[in-house]
Every structure is written in structure tokens, then in C-alpha cells.
């Protein structure tokens, strides 16, 4: 259409240009050199978009292979589109229905998101059309579809494109398909076989995990993804997962492929096996185990106390029922104090933080099981300013002391003054007359009433002193009945000597 359109313009501006009066020969040359432009940058900007956008190639893989009658032929329909991204793919493939036999397809591996025409096959025909969804696809080698023959008879079978388009995600809906590559494949008799050598042996799988990489550890991402590579002569993978180790890989991928993405599994511990088969044979099956944990911790006691004045005790007890608690760490105000790592078989942790400053405080407790999930529990906990123990000196007053002291002396004294006294009085009783021994006697009693006068005047004393605390003034009264009771005693023995 574009074509058709330069060449009416170029037909109109000619005719146009031979209408005009010859006798100007200088201004029709400048007319038509001007058209003749004009047309040229008009084919430019109109073509060169198609050479520049033309990138996209539609191809079939394997493109060529020998087929003996009955075997499968398994081929995959891809895409191209390396200088800009395409969003959407159609196409129409031709087989021949005398040599080939549609089995099946396989949107396994597809660079596809919806699929506007769903894809079938059959009558000699495969067709499908589906969309890339935003930003599209840009690189090479991108599956379109899967598809699966069987070989009826012998003889040389095509599969060719009838029609194909591929679309570029500009907005427009721009066609960049540039080629469309079909296959050939050489079917044969039993009879005609040539021996090729068999693959006898096929490696185990050697599965990987970028996502659950260690198969003892546990992990709270429950979409696993595995990975392994591809040896030759696969042309199909068996897989499975279960809690058993052992279960047989029932799950086949044909064409074979080597990676799988699993999702939103349970919490618990199971097994992906993986088995490669070929033409001839079949591998070991290889065993993966991963661990998912994806729940909190159960945190079932939380408690603190004062021991004393800056030291607190905390207990915990807490639970995992899948991958079992990994450790609790100890803040106080933000800080990291303490990490507990031996968990007991009861789950219950406790242990103290001393030297804690005087003042409001928040503690908290992070408890992690051993697949990082975690549960937190705050508290706020007040460290009393410690108590003023005052000690009270007793300052004791040793003068009561001293005069109970000296009474008692004093006393002891007036005894022996008395016994003295006697002895001597009688001895002098003996040697001088009555009226002498009554003069001693006036003068002995005379001398004792002043002492015991002064002795009361001392001990009375006391009774004006308002420092004697109530040990001392028990003393005090002691004392006195102590002096009452000498001069008791005075008096009697003053009486005998009459």
C-alpha cells in the first residue's frame, strides 16, 4: 500500500510539472528538482522504519532429526527478538499428515502470559496466538510452545510455517517478523535403521537450590525453586515431592526441563527426587531434602523481678513445633546484653542482668527459631534509688558509771569503817571508861550521818540531770536503794554498839 501511494504521488507531481509553460526553463528545472526531492525523503522516512524494525524470527528446534516409524518427534516453536521487545506471536505450522501424527502440546517453559487463541492441533495443521505481557520479551531463544508428533511412516517430513506474525510492544501493534524457519525430518523403516550408538548411561541429577541451598537448614521462604543441568540423550525429566524420601518420580516433562518452581508449601520437612530418561535408558533418582518453616515462635511465659537493688531476673518460656527455638536475644533500652544459645529440652531460659542503672528501663526479649522467624516481647521495668541504711552511735556516758562506782566503794568503805570500828571499840571498851566509850560513840555516829548526808546530796543530784537516758536512771535508782539500804544497816549496827 505504501508502494502504491509514492508512485500515484510521483505520477500527479510529473504530470503536474509537464503542464507548466516550457518557456521557463530555469523555473521548471527548480520545480522538478524540488519534487524530485520531496519524493526521495518521502520513500526514505517511509521505508526505512520497515529495515530497521524487520527483527523478530520465528524458527522450529530441533530443525532437522532421523525418526524411526513409531517414534515421537518432540519439537518446540521459538522466537527471536533481540533489537527491541515484542508482546505478542501468532502462527500457523503445516505437517504432513501421511508421515506425522499430532500427539499433544506443551506450554511448558513458555515465554507467554494469555493466550488470545488457545493453541491446537490436528487436520495437518498446528496454530496458536498469545500475548508477552508488559515490557514483553527482547533476547533470543524464547519458547513459544511445545509440540509432540508421531512418526506413521517413512519418508521425509516438513513442517512449515503457513503463516506467522510477531508483534512489537511500541503501542502500534508494528509487525517485526523478519523469518520464519521450519524443519525437516528423515523418518525410516525398522529395516533401514542405522545404528547409531545408545546412551547406555545417564548421570544422576545433581539438583541445586538457589532459594533452600543447605538441606539441613530450615527456611521461612515456601516457594522452593531446584535446579539442575541437562546431559545429552535426555529427552525426559521425571519429578516429585513428598514428606516420604523415597517416593518414585511420577511427574513426567517432556521436552525435558531443568528447573521447577514449587509454591506455597506447608511448614514441614520433605524430599524433591528427580529422575533423567532417555531413548535407551534411565538415571538414578536423585534425592533433595528441604526444610520450610514459615510460623512465629510461641512465646507461653514472660516475667521479670527486682533480686536486688540493680540486678533483674527474667524467665521466658517459649516453643517452636516445627523447626524448634534457635536463640533469644536480651535488649535493654536497644542495646544488645545478652544472646542465650542453650536451649533446654523444656524451653524455659532464665538468667539475670546485673549492674543496671538507677531509673525507668525497657526491657525486651527477641526469640528466634532456626528458620529466622521471630517473636518480641517488651517491658518497662523501674530500678529503685537504693535504700540509706543510717547507723546510730550510741555514745555512751560513763560518769554514772563512776559514781555507782564510787558509792559502792564508798560503801564497802563505811562497812569496814564500821567492823573496824567495832573491834576497836571494844578493845577500847576494855581499856576506858564508859563516858570515853560514849564520847566515841557520839562522835562515830555524828561522822557517819554526815557522810551518808553527803552521799544522799551527791546521789540527788542526778535526779536534775535530763541526759540520763532509761538505762541510766535505772542505775541511778539501784543506787539509791543501795544507800537506803546502807543506812539501814548503819543504823542497826549503831544500835548494837549502845
Not at 510521483?10 to 503542464?19: D, L, P, V, Y
Not at 494469555?114 to 519458547?143: C, D, H, M, Y
Not at 536475644?329 to 544472646?339: K, P, S
Not at 524451653?347 to 546485673?354: A, R, S, Y
Request: hydrophobic content about 40%; aromatic content about 8%.
Amino acid at each position: 500500500m505504501e508502494d502504491t501511494s509514492n508512485t500515484k504521488i510521483k505520477t500527479k507531481q510529473h504530470e503536474h510539472c509537464n503542464t507548466r509553460n516550457n518557456t521557463n526553463v530555469f523555473r521548471v528545472f527548480s520545480f522538478s528538482s524540488l519534487v524530485f526531492f520531496s519524493v526521495l525523503f518521502s520513500c526514505l522516512f517511509v521505508f526505512l522504519p520497515i529495515f530497521t524494525i524487520l527483527a523478530a524470527d520465528l524458527y522450529i528446534l530441533p530443525s532437522n532429526k532421523d525418526l524411526n516409524v513409531g517414534d515421537n518427534l518432540n519439537i518446540a516453536v521459538y522466537v527471536d527478538s533481540i533489537d527491541q521487545a515484542m508482546n505478542a506471536v501468532s502462527f500457523r505450522i503445516s505437517y504432513p499428515e501421511d508421515l506425522l501424527k499430532f500427539v499433544s502440546l506443551s506450554k511448558t517453559g513458555t515465554i507467554i502470559n494469555l493466550w488470545v487463541q488457545e493453541p491446537r492441533g490436528g487436520n495437518g495443521e498446528v496454530s496458536a496466538e498469545g500475548i508477552v505481557l508488559n515490557p514483553g520479551f527482547t533476547g533470543s531463544k524464547g519458547k513459544i510452545l511445545n509440540i509432540t508428533f508421531k512418526a506413521l511412516n517413512s519418508g521425509k517430513a516438513d513442517l512449515s510455517f503457513i503463516s506467522g506474525t510477531v508483534l512489537a510492544n511500541d503501542g502500534l501493534g508494528t509487525n517485526i517478523l523478519k523469518n520464519m524457519r521450519g524443519g525437516s525430518y528423515s523418518i525410516n523403516e525398522l529395516s533401514e535403521i542405522i545404528e547409531k550408538p545408545s546412551i547406555s548411561y545417564l548421570p544422576t541429577p545433581k539438583i541445586t537450590s538457589p532459594t533452600h541451598p543447605d538441606q539441613e537448614k530450615w527456611y521461612n521462604n515456601n516457594n522452593p525453586i531446584f535446579e539442575w543441568e541437562l546431559p545429552d540423550g535426555v529427552i525426559e525429566v521425571k519429578l516429585v515431592y513428598s514428606k516420604k524420601p523415597d517416593t518414585i518420580p511420577v511427574v513426567s516433562y517432556i521436552p525435558p526441563i531443568s528447573k521447577k518452581e514449587l509454591n506455597n508449601i506447608a511448614d514441614g520437612t520433605y524430599y524433591f527426587r528427580a529422575q533423567f530418561i532417555s531413548e535407551t535408558t534411565k538415571s538414578e533418582i536423585a534425592t533433595y531434602k528441604f526444610n520450610i518453616d514459615t510460623q512465629n515462635p510461641v512465646l507461653e511465659e514472660f516475667s521479670l523481678g527486682l533480686e536486688d537493688s540493680n540486678i533483674v531476673k527474667f524467665k521466658i518460656k517459649a516453643k517452636d513445633e516445627t523447626s524448634g527455638i534457635d536463640k533469644i536475644e536480651i535488649y535493654l533500652d536497644n542495646n544488645l546484653v545478652l544472646t542465650l544459645t542453650s536451649i533446654t529440652s523444656t524451653n524455659v531460659f532464665e538468667d539475670v542482668i546485673k549492674n543496671i542503672e538507677v531509673g525507668r528501663h525497657i526491657f525486651k526479649a527477641v526469640i528466634y527459631d532456626k528458620a529466622g522467624n521471630s517473636i518480641q516481647k517488651e517491658e518497662i521495668i523501674n530500678i529503685p534509688q537504693p535504700t540509706v541504711r543510717t547507723e546510730i552511735v550510741v555514745q555512751k556516758d560513763y560518769n554514772l558509771y563512776f559514781i555507782l562506782l564510787f558509792v559502792s566503794i564508798l560503801l564497802i568503805i563505811v562497812i569496814l569503817i564500821i567492823y573496824i570500828t567495832k573491834h576497836r571499840i571494844e578493845i577500847i571498851h576494855k581499856e576506858i571508861k564508859k563516858e570515853k566509850i560514849e564520847n566515841i560513840k557520839s562522835d562515830l555516829r555524828k561522822h557517819l550521818k554526815e557522810t551518808l548526808q553527803d552521799l544522799r546530796h551527791d546521789i540527788s543530784l542526778l535526779d536534775e540531770d535530763p541526759k540520763l537516758s532509761q538505762k541510766e536512771r535505772e542505775l541511778y535508782k539501784e543506787a539509791k536503794n543501795i544507800l537506803e539500804e546502807a543506812e539501814k544497816k548503819i543504823e542497826e549496827k549503831l544500835k548494837e554498839l549502845e
